[in-house]
């Protein structure tokens, strides 16, 4: 092969590399944050976009879709001095991506940390009765200062459920 044609093909596959790094498809439901040498430029919506190959990256893409985190069973206090077991799920949606990339450094384990935080002292004001009897409104009052709080991060607390409530061995065998 004449020494031009290797060149050419050789300037083809660049230009189809450079077009595959500069083409960028986001999948509906996700958006994408998009950092200039490492400073935040832009969020893609769904769909495709051309980013400059190099400069721009693609740091993050999010889901937008509500999630469930199921918790595993945490052991509280009661005010009547009493470990009880309770397992809880929470949904969630990011609102604003932007600040959900950026404000907190994993809002899953934050959320988790708060929640089992935000139980015990509920929890912890309620003696054994009114903790088995108020499952509602410990749903509500854990799901106010969840979403206040993560409010800050753009993520929206839709809803709480405490999944199980279990007293101790003993409690239960005598009920």
Known sequence: M????????ALVVVVVMLLA??????RQQQVAIVERLGKFRKVLDPGPHLVVPVLDQIRYA???????VPFP???VITEDNLIVSIDSVIYFQIVDPVRAAYEAQNYRAAIEQLAMTT?????????LEATLTSREEINKRLRAVLDEA??????????????????????????
């Open 21 to 26: 790094a500069t083409l960028k498809i986001i």
């Open 73 to 75: 069973p945490q052991g």
């Open 150 to 175: 993560t409010g800050k991060w753009g993520i929206k607390v839709n809803r709480v459920e405490l999944r199980t409530i279990e007293p101790p061995p003993t409690i239960r065998d005598a009920m």
């Open 119 to 127: 139980l015990r002292n509920i929890i912890g004001g309620m003696d």
């Open 62 to 68: 999010l889901d937008m879709r509500e999630e469930v």
């Open 2 to 9: 004449p020494v031009p044609t290797i060149l050419l093909i």
